[in-house]
């Protein structure tokens, strides 16, 4: 069971680039990581999901070494409506056998200040 | 428009009442799941569906029981040996099992 890590709170003021670490040491083969976001009493929002190397959408990058043992979501210049409680997860494309392991992180709580 | 909807929003419960809370969906997706989340955590999984008639638990099932008549529904029904039932719940649905999670607003119960 791949067990997720990150930072339970990060700060950064407007205009910053902001890079929020995720561990996953036990990832599997298989096992593709995607960042969720979510605010206060709303449901999580996809904001990008990657296997290796880099993937960079028009909100965000995904950064992935080599071993595939963390990962690192990058957001550029950064605004007061990013604050927000930011999830890490891990998880394949499930066989159909057995049940299927879907790890979400604790979460880091971005707060983004004037 | 498409999307995922949860209802009611607010649900109030006695204690040891069972109770429902709502899921559907019109993405035409055949994965559905149910989470919990508590104050200031993380999202847990408490069952997950790959396709109608088929599901499968998740992390914290005990006390919690669903069912996927439908490809569109995927209600979840709380019961009274839920120990501490009270938080907010969400739903999500996807293509497949793993891929990409679309998620509802949620219902927060609140068990008196």
């Known amino acids: 069971l791949a067990k997720t890590t990150q930072p339970i709170s990060m700060d950064s003021y407007e205009g910053q680039e902001v890079n929020i670490t995720c561990s996953h040491n036990n990832i599997a083969t298989n096992d593709y990581i995607t960042w969720y976001q979510q605010f206060p009493s709303q449901g999580p929002r996809f904001i990008i999901q990657?296997?290796?190397t880099k993937v960079t959408n028009e909100v965000a990058s995904l950064f992935i070494p080599a071993d595939r043992k963390s990962s690192t979501l990058s957001l550029p210049r950064v605004s007061l409506s990013d604050t927000a409680v930011y999830y890490c997860l891990v998880g394949g494309p499930y066989s159909g056998a057995g049940s299927y392991q879907l790890t979400f992180g604790k979460g880091t709580k971005l707060s983004v200040i004037p | 428009d498409g999307g995922i909807t949860q209802s009611p929003k607010y649900l109030f419960r006695k204690e040891g009442q069972n109770v429902t809370l709502s899921c559907e969906q019109n993405l035409n997706h055949d994965a559905m799941y149910w989470y919990r989340q508590d104050p200031g955590q993380g999202l847990r999984l408490i069952y997950y569906?790959?396709?109608?008639?088929?599901?499968q638990k998740g992390d914290i099932a005990e006390g919690y029981s669903v069912s996927r008549e439908k490809k569109e529904s995927f209600p979840l029904t709380v019961t009274s040996a839920q120990k501490n039932p009270t938080a907010f719940y969400l739903c999500?649905?996807?293509?497949?099992?793993?891929?990409?999670?679309?998620f509802g607003p949620g219902t927060r119960l609140t068990v008196l």
């Open positions: 569906s790959q396709i109608v008639n088929d599901f």
């Open positions: 990657g296997y290796k």
């Open positions: 999500a649905s996807s293509t497949v099992v793993g891929n990409e999670q679309f």
